[in-house]
């Protein structure tokens, strides 16, 4: 069993990780979602769902197959600089090793805040968002677009809207499920 992990914070977008936390269990088969935070307590959602993080963001194996980061309303932004740090050098590993990262909607701000997108096409919510963060030296690799999402090697990303998008590119970011299959379930959504 692969393990796919979504990291989240107070008051995440639910919507953008659905389909493909669904799609990798239920259709897909042979991958578990394990959800991380910066602690345990139970994060609610911006449509007032309620998660239990399996695990910390400390917690997260190197042996995972790959890591997203959902958007949150706000939350990010306020992230403790520990937690950032120590967040960022795990998706960084993640990334170095060749395993799919996955940022949408403000969970592209946090990756263009810790430098993650450097070497890579990328998109966000918006250019003006991103543009003037420190760590952020890659520009011209910046994708205008607002409902599709950008993957560039292992590193997928998205605005908050692209939600669907994003799914697809993170299942052939993967690299393991057959294109068939992508397709079968891009028809069933589409």
């Avoid at 695990?55 to 995972?64: D, K, L, R, V, Y």
């Avoid at 170095?96 to 990262?101: E, L």
């Avoid at 919510?125 to 677009?145: G, M, R, W």
Wanted: hydrophobic share 40%; net charge negative.
């Amino acid at each position: 069993m692969k393990t796919l992990a979504v990291v989240i914070l107070d008051k995440f977008a639910d919507w953008e990780p659905a389909l493909l936390t669904a799609g990798l269990q239920s259709i897909i088969g042979g991958y578990t979602v394990r959800w991380a935070s910066v602690d345990r307590e139970v994060k609610t959602s911006m449509g007032g769902l309620q998660v239990a993080p399996d695990m910390t963001i400390a917690e997260i194996p190197s042996t995972a197959d790959a890591v997203i980061v959902v958007g949150a309303e706000g939350s990010w932004r306020t992230l403790s600089t520990e937690d950032s740090q120590q967040l960022a050098s795990i998706l960084r590993s993640f990334k170095d090793a060749g395993k799919p990262v996955g940022g949408i909607c403000d969970g592209t701000y946090f990756l263009a805040s810790a430098g993650l997108l450097d070497g890579r096409r990328h998109t966000a919510n918006s250019f003006e968002d991103i543009k003037d963060l420190p760590a952020y030296t890659n520009p011209h690799q910046y994708v205008n677009t607002t409902r599709e999402a950008v993957r560039d090697k292992n590193l997928v990303t998205a605005s908050g809207v692209g939600f669907v998008d994003f799914t697809f590119e993170m299942l052939h970011a993967l690299g393991d499920i057959p294109d068939a299959v992508i397709e079968q379930f891009n028809q069933m959504l589409r």
